[in-house]
C-alpha cells in the first residue's frame, strides 16, 4: 500500500512537472521549475501523508502533512514572487544560451526527473505519517523543534543574502558574514535539515520499512549538494566573482557549517 501512494504521488508530480516545462517555456523563464516543483511536491506530499492506508494513525498523519505545508509555505511564498519579478535565474539562463535550438527538448529533460525526486521524499513522509506510535511523544516533539530550527536557519540565511544584495556597497562582492561566514551555502544546509525530522519521527530499527524514512534527507543532500544544488551555483560565481570567490572557498565549508579556515597570505 505505502508504494502504491508513492507511485500516485509519482503520477501527480509528472504532471505537475510537465506542465512546469511548458508555464517555464510561454514564458521564458525556466526558473518556473522550481515553483511548480516546490508548490507541487508540498501539496502532494500533504495530501499523500493525510490518505488513509489502514489503522487510524491520525495524530502522525497530521503531524507530517503540518511539516510539509509549512515547508511548503516558507519556501513557495520566497520562490514565487522573485521568479516572477527577477530575470531568470542564471543556471537556466545559461541553459538556454548553451542549448539554443535544443533548449525545449533538453529543458524537458531537466524538468521531468524532479517528479521521482519528489517521489522519493514522499517515502519519508509517508512512512512519518504512518509511524507506529499511537500517539505522539518526546521523539516528535524533537522533530518539530529539529524543523523549526531547520526553517529559523534557512530564513536567516535568505534575509542576510537580501540585505546584502540589496546594499549597493557590496556590488560584486562575496557575502562572507552571518550564516555565510560559516558555510557557503547555509541556506541548501537548513533546507536539507529540515527533512530529517521524518527520520526522527518514523524510525524504528525493528521495522525494516521504517529504514525508508532516511530517503528524503540521502536524496536531498545528494540533490543539493553535487546536482542542482552547489554545483551550478558555484559555477556561476567563479565565473562572475573569479579571485574573490575561489578565497572564499579556501576559508568556508561548502555544506556543513564549521568555523572558517585562516588561510595565509601569499
Known amino acids: 500500500m505505502l508504494l502504491r501512494l508513492d507511485l500516485g504521488v509519482l503520477g501527480a508530480m509528472a504532471i505537475v512537472m510537465v506542465a512546469a516545462w511548458a508555464f517555464g517555456l510561454a514564458l521564458k523563464n525556466g526558473g518556473w521549475t522550481d515553483v511548480f516543483w516546490t508548490w507541487g511536491t508540498g501539496l502532494t506530499l500533504a495530501a499523500a501523508a493525510l490518505w488513509p492506508l489502514g489503522p487510524s494513525t491520525a495524530p502522525h498523519q497530521a503531524l507530517a502533512a503540518g511539516l510539509m505545508a509549512v515547508w511548503t509555505l516558507r519556501l513557495g511564498l520566497y520562490l514565487t514572487p522573485r521568479v516572477a519579478s527577477h530575470p531568470e535565474d542564471a543556471r537556466y539562463a545559461a541553459f538556454r544560451q548553451q ?6 527538448l533538453n529543458m524537458l529533460f531537466v524538468t521531468l526527473p524532479q517528479a521521482p525526486a519528489s517521489a522519493l521524499l514522499g517515502l519519508s513522509v509517508i512512512v512519518a505519517a504512518h509511524a507506529s506510535r499511537a500517539e505522539l511523544g518526546l521523539r ?13 536557519g534557512e530564513t536567516v540565511a535568505d534575509l542576510q543574502m537580501k540585505a546584502f544584495r540589496d546594499d549597493p556597497a557590496h556590488r560584486g562582492q562575496v557575502i562572507d558574514t552571518g550564516l555565510w561566514g560559516w558555510s557557503r551555502h547555509p541556506n541548501y544546509f537548513f533546507q ?9 519521527i518514523a524510525l524504528d530499527p525493528a521495522r525494516p520499512v521504517t529504514w525508508l524514512s532516511l530517503a528524503a534527507p540521502a536524496v536531498m543532500y545528494g540533490l543539493l549538494r553535487y546536482v542542482s544544488g552547489v554545483p551550478p551555483l558555484e559555477a556561476q560565481m567563479l565565473k562572475s566573482r573569479g579571485a574573490a570567490f575561489r ?5 568556508v565549508s561548502v555544506f556543513f557549517p564549521l568555523p572558517p579556515k585562516r588561510v595565509r597570505s601569499a
Open 99 to 104: 542549448w539554443g535550438r535544443r533548449y525545449p
Open 140 to 152: 516528535d516533539g524533537l522533530a518539530v523543534a529539529l524543523f523549526a530550527g531547520a526553517i529559523l
Open 192 to 200: 536539507w535539515l529540515g527533512w530529517l525530522a521524518y527520520p526522527v
Open 247 to 251: 578565497a572564499y572557498q579556501a576559508r
